[in-house]
């Protein structure tokens, strides 16, 4: 009897200790297992708001009104395999003094880092430029980073001015001014950078530039209200300049002023070949006609030009009517000859 209960007690404690370490040991593992999956879940979520955290403050650069200093902005999402965007704005016109100005602009960019390639930069720049605040802020732009490991873009800002600035990621600029970094901007493997003086010529400084081509396969109506320059960027008041040879299916000229058919009035006064040999002894050129210095100083107006051809055209048929009838009559004449000495 005495042995039938010590193998009973013996059994049972034995049970609740097998029992007992089964359930340490499940909590044991589960715990290991919910502190691997918190661990990983905070590195995900650090990862996530170091990388995708917008960034949003403001910057002073200092130096000289009148010069524009070299700016560097990283590409803080190189590595994240996407293109960075930047906004710099000043929304009151009137920070850093009375009708200092005002500035809406966004950079898109991806520098191409040691050469890798695929790098751009869009920009998108609305200044409120008026009589009242003429200042221009943005002098340009620029990827240095062919030869090295900068990872960022360069944008020249206006000295002694105030600005804010948002990003997709996390970047401070790096601003040298001669008074928180040291000029020139030292680029390994390349030029150093300074102050600019003069806005350069690609910069739209309302409007859209970008470094790349550009397909539009609408089959609606493009409207351009403003100048259309192509290979140069002063349209010197023309609707169209371009600067180089181009191909036209066809051209037709509008409504050409006066055109020349006044030639063939009765009373139209057509100069005596003597007084055009005489003019054209003189001045080396048709009368009416724009002179060679003319042309090359000021170029030619295809229309104006035209009108003056077809009226020299004109002429130049008068002249052939009055010469035929001139050798008419001598023909005439000759014939009568030729009959009074047969007979």
């Not at 910069?203 to 859209?208: A, D, H, K, R, T």
């Not at 169209?240 to 181009?246: D, E, F, I, K, R």
């Not at 010469?323 to 000859?337: F, P, S």
Request: charged residues 20%.
């Amino acid at each position: 009897m005495v042995t039938a209960l010590l193998f009973f007690y013996i059994f049972a404690v034995s049970r609740f200790i097998i029992r007992s370490l089964t359930i340490t040991h499940i909590l044991m593992n589960f715990r290991l297992f919910l502190s691997r999956k918190l661990t990983a879940i905070v590195v995900l979520l650090t990862f996530a708001l170091n990388t995708h955290a917008q960034t949003k403050a403001s910057f002073r650069v200092e130096g000289d009104l009148d010069k524009f200093y070299p700016v560097l902005f990283t590409d803080c999402e190189w590595f994240n395999n996407k293109a960075t965007e930047l906004e710099i704005g000043r929304s009151d016109i009137h920070v850093d003094g009375k009708w200092r100005g005002s500035l809406m602009s966004k950079f898109r960019y991806h520098v191409t880092n040691w050469g890798n390639g695929a790098n751009f930069i869009d920009a998108e720049i609305n200044e409120g430029i008026t009589a009242d605040s003429p200042n221009e802020f943005i002098a340009g732009w620029g990827d240095p980073t062919g030869g090295n490991a900068l990872n960022g873009i360069v944008i020249w800002l206006r000295g002694n001015t105030t600005y804010n600035y948002s990003c997709t990621c996390t970047m401070t600029p790096y601003i040298y001014d001669g008074v928180q970094n040291a000029l020139p901007m030292a680029v390994p493997d390349d030029a150093p950078l300074t102050y600019k003086t003069a806005i350069d010529p690609y910069v739209q400084s309302n409007g859209v530039s970008s470094g790349r081509n550009m397909t539009f396969n609408g089959a609606g109506t493009n409207v351009f209200m403003g100048s259309m320059v192509i290979g140069t960027y002063n349209a010197n008041g023309y609707k169209l300049a371009v600067n180089g040879n181009a191909i036209f299916g066809k051209v037709t000229v509008k409504n050409p002023a006066n055109w020349p058919d006044y030639v063939f009035a009765s009373d139209y006064q057509l100069p005596s070949l003597h007084e055009l040999d005489k003019f054209i002894r003189q001045h080396k050129h048709l009368p009416g006609t724009p002179t060679a210095t003319e042309i090359s100083d000021n170029g030619q107006d295809i229309a104006a030009l035209q009108v003056i051809q077809q009226q020299k055209i004109e002429e130049l048929t008068l002249y052939l009517i009055k010469l035929n009838k001139e050798l008419e009559d001598q023909r005439e004449k000759i014939k009568v000859l030729e009959e009074r000495l047969k007979k």
